[in-house]
């Protein structure tokens, strides 16, 4: 393979790779927390970037109950991309507390919240579509101010060129990797969560408050959900209100070819099956997905628990 | 433990294809693979019509194309009001029933079933998907009740059945124009690369089309790249193509993955003319990529530019209300309801149409609506034997988009 090919396919994957990796990173607290996935975290994905994109003041099209709406204010997209994943985490405590606590009160099989949540996704889904309609929106040309939309990494003859966009998304992915491992091992709230992640029960009797920090952990989790949102819409326009569906399935993939549960699994395992799918050759490039998902299955086979997951011992 | 995570991954899995399935899938033009349902229909309509006739509108209101059908729907309301307001069926009003087909085969099925039989409809216009006609289509096929389809573009749609016909072109005429029209513009074109949605059947054949103009035209095809219509992200394709340098960039997708790699090529610096086909002929593909669309020449089955009559009345009546220039599906629509009134008022000239059994009034009108030829937004459409439209006009436009980046409209350039 040309070097120049392989240089532009490798700076694709990595670009795609980040947004997968960013994505993941929010599925994976929450497993790694509670031991269940959260299949709503599509749907707050979404959430979080028609949030950001009201903020900006963007218009409501013509077929939900919000035609034509839009708010009297246009913040700055910085602004609103914070305000706009705020509010996708605090949704997403609001979801824990009605689809999550009542059946952890019930001492329910962990896989009854799978359920619980896939419930949750189709009704935000749905709801979303009620009160936008499904168009797809885009935020403004100038998001990102006056940079320049592509930028050459090879030479004026031999470009490679990759979307300035793309670039932002793989440095904020690197940033929030570097936070949030700061944040899970450095931290006394860290180190609670991990705490409840290994022994419920034992860090009760620590004096942690589980039930806050589990509080703690959904927001984050959503947080980071509608942040990505927000990332990718702005790199590739709100494909209406099953936006992050294709996202959720690929986040499946991503943190279990990662590790269940491990954060750096969840980034590599992102930036894996984005290099893969770069690398899958053109008359194949529609079933790369196909791909990514064939290397998952055989990474199912040969290592269950994931790249960088913890073989589970059973005690007898 | 090991297996606990398998078995606990392919739960998950299901569950994720689950949701995905909640929200139907495809495009207007996949083909048929699911078998007709078998579910009985009760065929015996003996009563009359009395008051407004009533007209089955199935099309998807929710799901991931509740765009499509939405936009269908908006163009047969406003063909209810506008015939409503010109005294309807000779006298008589047209009411409108709709039901949602959402995405899926099922929920066609559903919307049919209760049109057919509850809702006792003259005629359906429907569904959404083609894949979802070959599937509901055949149930009103034995029930004897007219569909015109307004968005099944697929091969073998009109082929169903006796009762199956449809206004919605495969549009197999505009692909050449549109070469055509990329040449006019820049003659020195020699390189084309082509990109197409490969799990759409619709795109796949127009694809097939696209290349065989661009053969007929002299040109050499430097790269053939394919995508889901599901996609968001083309940086791959897009830098494969643009290293070849094409001259011509032509896209068989829909609205949101078409605007979508417009875009990116766009914003990887791809700088020479690009073709969108049928699928990107909504102006729902301008809020995709903005002041990147500039310049896109589309291949259209509906300009909102045909000097018609009728259009002029139906462009104006939608601009008033939305403030934007009506899709191809919309316009479609307008024509289907339009096909069934004037068959209608055909058909009760010869005999009172309340004075007729509703069996015998589905099997009258479908006869009619075969017979008749109807100036429409489409320009003047009559249909085959078996139900195919026949359409005079096909038309390319190109975007122009204002100043603001957020607005545009499709300029007809031929």
Known sequence: MDITLFLQQFLNGLSIGSIYAIFALGYTLVYSILGIINLAHGAIFTLGAYFTYALMGGNFGFNGLLANAALPIKLPFAIALILGSTLAGLIGVVMERVAFQPLRRQGSDPLLTVVSSLGVAVVIVNLIQYLVGAESYTYPADTYGNLPPSINFGTPEKEIPIRTVQIIIFAVSVAIVAIITYFINRTKYGKAMQAIAEDPTTASLLGINSDRFIILTFFISSFLAGLAGTLVASSVSIAGPYFGIAFGLRGLAVIVLGGLGSIPGAVLGGLLIGLVEAFVPTEYSGYKEAVAYGILFIMLLVRPQGLLGRRFIQKV | ?414
């Open chain 2, 1 to 414: 433990m090991n297996n606990a995570i398998a078995q606990t991954t392919a739960l998950l899995s299901t569950c994720a294809l689950l949701l995905t399935g909640c929200g139907g899938g495809g495009s207007v033009t996949n083909p048929p693979n699911s078998t007709p349902n078998n579910t009985t229909t009760n065929t015996a309509q003996t009563t009359t019509t009395s008051g407004a006739i009533p007209i089955g509108i199935a099309l998807a209101q929710t799901s991931n194309v509740a765009l499509l059908g939405q936009e269908g729907f908006v163009g047969a309301r406003i063909a209810e009001k506008y015939f409503n307001s010109k005294g309807g069926i000779n006298g008589t009003p047209i009411k409108l029933v709709p039901q949602d087909t959402s995405g899926d085969e099922a929920g066609a099925i559903n919307a049919f079933q209760t049109l057919i039989n509850k809702d006792k409809v003259v005629g359906i216009v429907g569904p959404t998907l083609s894949q979802q006609a070959f599937s509901a289509d055949p149930i009103a096929e034995r029930a004897k009740v007219p569909v015109i389809g307004a968005s099944n573009t697929a091969n073998g749609i009109p082929e169903i059945g006796d009762y199956v016909a449809r206004v919605s072109s495969p549009v197999s005429i505009v692909a050449p124009n549109s070469v055509k029209a990329a040449l006019k513009q820049n003659p020195q074109i020699k390189k084309v690369a082509v990109f197409y949605a490969q799990n759409d059947a619709f795109n796949k054949s127009e694809t097939e089309i696209f290349q065989k103009a661009v053969k007929e035209q002299g040109l050499e095809l430097v790269t053939v790249q394919k995508f889901q219509t599901t996609d968001t992200d083309f940086q791959a394709q897009a830098t494969n193509a643009i290293n070849l340098k094409p001259d011509l960039v032509i896209i068989s997708g829909l609205a949101a993955d078409g605007g979508n790699l417009v875009r990116q090529l766009r914003e990887l610096g791809y700088k020479g003319i690009i073709i969108g086909g049928n699928g990107l002929n909504t102006p729902n593909v301008l809020s995709v990529c903005k002041a990147l669309c500039d310049g896109v020449l589309i291949a259209q089955a509906y300009s909102p530019e045909y000097p018609g009559e009728i259009n002029k009345v139906f462009r104006q009546t939608y601009i008033d209300q939305y403030k934007k220039e009506p899709a191809q599906f919309t316009g479609q629509s307008f024509a289907a309801v339009q096909v069934y009134v004037e068959a209608l008022k055909e058909l009760d000239k010869k005999t009172k149409i309340s004075t007729l059994p509703l069996d015998k009034l589905r099997t009258e009108l479908n006869k009619q609506i075969l017979a008749g030829k109807y100036n429409t937004p489409l320009g003047e459409i009559a249909f085959t034997p078996v139900g195919d439209v026949i359409q005079k006009e096909f038309y390319v436009a190109q975007i122009k988009m204002d100043k603001d980046g957020n607005t545009g409209k499709f300029v007809f350039i031929k």
